[in-house]
C-alpha cells in the first residue's frame, strides 16, 4: 500500500498556483458574507469519510467565492500585512509536507541548523550586539511576551527573586514604561505576564507620536526599583520612530533597566543603508520584537524576538528539561530555549529560505521600495482638493484625511473598499477620522500606487458630489 494518495495535493497545488498568478486581479476586499460562507462550510459533520479531494475543492470555492480578500495582493494597504514571497511559500509547503516537531535539535537537525543560520543572519542584517539570542514565535505579540519575561527574570533575578519559581506575589515591584502611542500588544503582553497593564507608567508623546525623552527622564525619576521601558520604531499608523538610541542612553544610565523595543515592522529599516540612519542608536536597547510576515514577506505566522542577554532570554523560557528530552550537544540549537511553544512547526525555514534569496541587498530593497511607492502615494495625493495629509513620511505608513467631517473621511473609505480594486483601512489619530496607507508588500508596483490613486480621488468626488 502506497502511504501516499497525492490527489489532492496535486489539487491545492494548482489552486495555490492559480490563486497567486492571478492575485493581482483579484477583489482586494473579502466579497463573501457570513452568511454564504457558513452556508459553504457548514452542514453536520459528516457521518463518515467523504474524498479528500471534494474537502480541497470546496476550500478552493472558499477562495473563488469571495471569502478570501487579496490581503496578500499587490494592492492591499490595509492593517500591515505584506505579501509572500514565492520562495518562501514553498519552504512553507515543505513545512507542512515534512511536519518536524521543530522543537529540538534531536529530533529535527536540518531544521534546527537553518533556524540557526537564519537567527544569525537576523542578528546581522540588524546589526545587533554578537550573541544576542533570537527565537521565532507566532508574531510579534508573542515576541514582546517572551522579550518581557526575559527583562522580568533579568531584573528580578538581580535582586535575588526567582520569578519563574515563585512568581510575581511578594516580589519587588518592577515598573512599566511605555509611551503614549505603543502598540495594544506591548499591554496584552504585559497582561500575560501577570504585570497587568494598568501599571503602565505612560509617556506623553510628540505630535508624530514619538515618545518624548525629556518626559522619560521625569517618569525615570519617580521609578524607585527596576524598570521596564517599552519603546516603538514603527508606529502602526505613522511609522513613527522613537529616539530608541537617546532613550537607551538615558534609562542605561541605571543599571536597573531593560528597554524593549517593539519593532514588528520599523526594525526593517535597519536592514536599509538609506534608511538605517532613523533608527540610529535602536542597537543599544535589550530586546527586540519584530515580525517576518510583514516586511519580510513570509506566510504566516511567523515573529523574531531578540536578546541582548541570552541567559535571561533562555531561563525565562525553558525550566528545568523532562527526563525525556535529551540536552542538546555544543552549538546544536533547541527552539525551545527561545519560545514560549513546547511543540511548535518549523515556521523559521521560510525566513531562512527568504533571506537566502534575497540577501542582504535583496531585502534592503525590499525595504526601500515599500516606502518609495509610500512617498509616491504622497506625492500623488498632496494638493488635492478636500486630502489632508495628516504625518510626515518616515517609513512606509501614511495617513490622510479628507475635509473636516469625520463621516465624509469614513465614506471614502468605505466606497474604496467596495470597488474592490484596493483596500485601505480607517483609524483614528489624536481624535480624528483618518485612512492609514500602509505598504509592506514585494508584489507592489508604481502602477497599483497609481491605479490605486485614482480609485482614491474618484471615491472622494463621489462622496463630496453628494
Ligand atoms: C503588527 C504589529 C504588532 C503585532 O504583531 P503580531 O505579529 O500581529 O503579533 C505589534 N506592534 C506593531 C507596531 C505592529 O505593527
Redesign the pocket.
Known amino acids: 500500500m502506497t502511504h501516499l494518495d497525492s490527489a489532492p495535493l496535486d489539487l491545492a497545488y494548482r489552486q495555490a498556483v492559480d490563486y497567486l498568478a492571478g492575485i493581482g486581479n483579484r477583489p482586494a476586499g473579502a466579497t463573501a458574507d457570513l452568511g454564504h460562507l457558513l452556508k459553504l462550510f457548514g452542514g453536520p459533520l459528516p457521518p463518515g469519510p467523504v474524498p479528500a479531494e471534494d474537502t480541497v475543492e470546496l476550500l478552493g470555492r472558499a477562495a473563488a467565492e469571495g471569502g478570501i480578500p487579496a490581503a496578500s495582493g499587490p494592492r492591499f494597504f490595509g492593517y500591515?500585512t505584506g505579501g509572500t514571497l514565492p520562495v518562501a511559500v514553498a519552504a512553507d509547503w515543505l513545512v507542512a509536507a515534512w511536519d518536524q516537531t521543530a522543537s529540538l535539535y534531536n529530533l529535527s537537525p536540518a531544521i534546527a541548523v537553518a533556524e540557526h543560520v537564519a537567527a544569525r543572519w537576523v542578528v546581522e542584517l540588524f546589526d545587533l550586539p554578537a550573541g544576542t539570542s533570537v527565537g521565532f514565535p507566532?508574531?510579534?505579540?508573542?515576541a514582546?511576551m517572551t522579550a518581557l519575561a526575559a527583562a522580568r527574570h533579568h531584573l528580578l533575578g538581580r535582586l535575588g527573586w526567582d520569578v519563574e519559581n515563585d512568581g510575581l506575589r511578594g516580589a519587588p515591584e518592577v515598573h512599566l514604561v511605555g509611551g503614549a502611542q505603543r502598540?495594544m500588544?506591548i499591554d496584552m503582553a504585559l497582561r500575560y505576564l501577570g504585570f497587568g497593564s494598568g501599571n503602565v507608567k505612560v509617556v506623553p508623546v510628540d505630535g508624530a507620536g514619538r515618545m518624548r525623552p525629556d518626559a522619560l527622564a521625569e517618569t525615570l525619576a519617580g521609578c524607585d526599583g527596576p524598570v521596564i521601558v517599552c519603546t516603538?520604531v514603527?508606529?502602526?499608523n505613522s511609522g513613527a520612530i522613537d529616539p530608541v538610541g537617546e532613550i537607551c542612553d538615558i534609562v542605561h544610565r541605571r543599571d536597573d533597566a531593560w528597554v524593549h523595543v517593539?519593532g514588528?515592522?520599523?526594525l526593517w529599516a535597519k536592514a536599509s543603508p538609506a534608511l538605517r540612519p532613523l533608527v540610529a542608536g535602536v542597537e543599544k536597547a535589550d530586546s527586540w520584537?519584530s515580525?517576518a510576515?510583514?516586511w519580510l514577506n513570509v506566510p504566516y505566522?511567523c515573529?523574531i524576538v531578540m536578546v541582548a542577554h541570552p541567559e535571561a532570554h533562555r531561563a525565562a523560557m525553558l525550566n528545568e528539561r523532562a527526563g525525556y528530552l535529551p540536552a542538546p550537544a555544543d552549538g546544536e540549537r533547541d527552539a525551545i530555549e527561545w519560545v514560549p511553544d513546547f511543540s511548535r512547526r518549523a515556521r523559521s525555514l521560510p525566513v531562512y529560505a527568504a533571506l537566502r534569496t534575497l540577501g542582504r541587498s535583496g531585502v534592503a530593497e525590499l525595504v526601500d521600495r515599500c516606502c518609495a511607492l509610500v512617498r509616491r502615494f504622497r506625492d500623488g495625493l498632496a494638493g488635492v482638493p478636500g486630502v489632508e495629509l495628516l504625518n510626515d513620511v518616515v517609513l512606509n505608513q501614511l495617513m490622510v484625511r479628507f475635509g473636516d467631517d469625520d463621516a465624509v473621511t469614513r465614506e471614502v473609505i468605505a466606497r474604496i473598499q467596495r470597488s474592490g480594486v484596493c483596500w485601505f483601512g480607517g483609524t483614528t489619530w489624536y481624535g480624528r477620522a483618518a485612512m492609514r496607507i500602509s505598504l509592506v508588500n514585494w508584489r507592489t508596483t508604481e502602477q497599483d500606487v497609481d491605479r490605486s490613486l485614482e480609485v482614491v480621488k474618484d471615491a472622494l468626488a463621489a462622496v463630496t458630489a453628494g
Not at 507566532?138 to 508573542?142: D, I, L, P, Q, V
Request: charged fraction near 20%; glycine fraction near 18%.
Open positions: 500591515v507566532t508574531g510579534c505579540t508573542m514582546h502598540h500588544t516603538q514603527g508606529d502602526v517593539d514588528a515592522f520599523g520584537a515580525d510576515h510583514k505566522d515573529g
